[in-house]
């Protein structure tokens, strides 16, 4: 197995590097710590540790720091689509945080905001396709995480087997439909089984880190 070192660059070709990242939606699970027999809980301290409130209690989390610390985490980007079944027109959204769950049964795995008016079209739809983008498609995930109008206007794009749109110049395309979904805080876990794919491109893929954009150079 090879190994090669890659730096995310801009659009241009160049290097990028920010001090702070903004703009990420990141999506995170929280644990509770258990207590051995015998430990306190803290619940009898007057006054909290390094990170904890008085009593023992976590302090909260800032939203900027959660989404600056988790953007150092690259992740693809992919366009979920479909037909909208009471207008016929083609609907979908953005997201970087899609990933692959299991093989057997085949399911994938996205995160959508509760706040999402884009879901609800997409989710009426009896499958929904998952389009993983080409470096070269910053301006159809800029089109398809738009709020308003018509999302699809000026986009090439074929039918999936499934009849769902398969953004033209897309790396991969993956026709699935919605098994489950988990409310997790202000998002949804939407997990999908995997009906067909295919493969429909060979250049690099495009990726958000640190609230930017960019490609692989290896």
């Known amino acids: 197995m090879s190994t ?44 909290g540790g390094p990170g904890e409130q008085p009593g023992g209690r976590p302090l909260p989390v800032d939203g900027k720091r959660f989404r600056s610390v988790l953007g150092h985490f690259a992740t693809g980007v992919v366009a979920i689509t479909a037909i909208d079944p009471d207008t016929g027109e083609p609907c979908g959204l953005a997201a970087n945080s899609f990933t692959s769950v299991s093989l057997d049964p085949p399911l ?45 206007a000026g986009l090439d794009w074929t039918e999936s087997p499934s009849g769902n749109p398969v953004i033209g110049d897309a790396l991969a395309w993956i026709d699935c439909s919605v098994e489950a979904e988990y409310p997790a805080g202000d998002h949804v876990i939407v997990v999908a089984r995997v009906h067909q794919l295919d493969t429909c491109g060979d250049s690099g893929p495009l990726l958000f880190f640190r609230g930017g954009y960019g490609r692989f150079h290896a």
């Open 4 to 47: 090669h070192t890659t730096r995310l660059l801009e659009q241009d070709g160049h290097p990028r590097a920010h001090p702070h990242g903004h703009g990420i939606t990141a999506n995170g699970a929280a644990m509770r710590n258990g207590l051995l027999p015998g430990q306190s809980d803290g619940s009898g301290d007057r006054s």
């Open 108 to 152: 994938v795995a996205f995160c959508v905001a509760h706040t999402s008016t884009s879901w609800p079209r997409v989710r009426a739809a009896k499958t929904c396709t998952v389009n993983v983008l080409a470096e070269h498609q910053q301006p159809v995930c800029a089109a398809l995480a738009s709020k308003g109008g018509d999302k699809f």
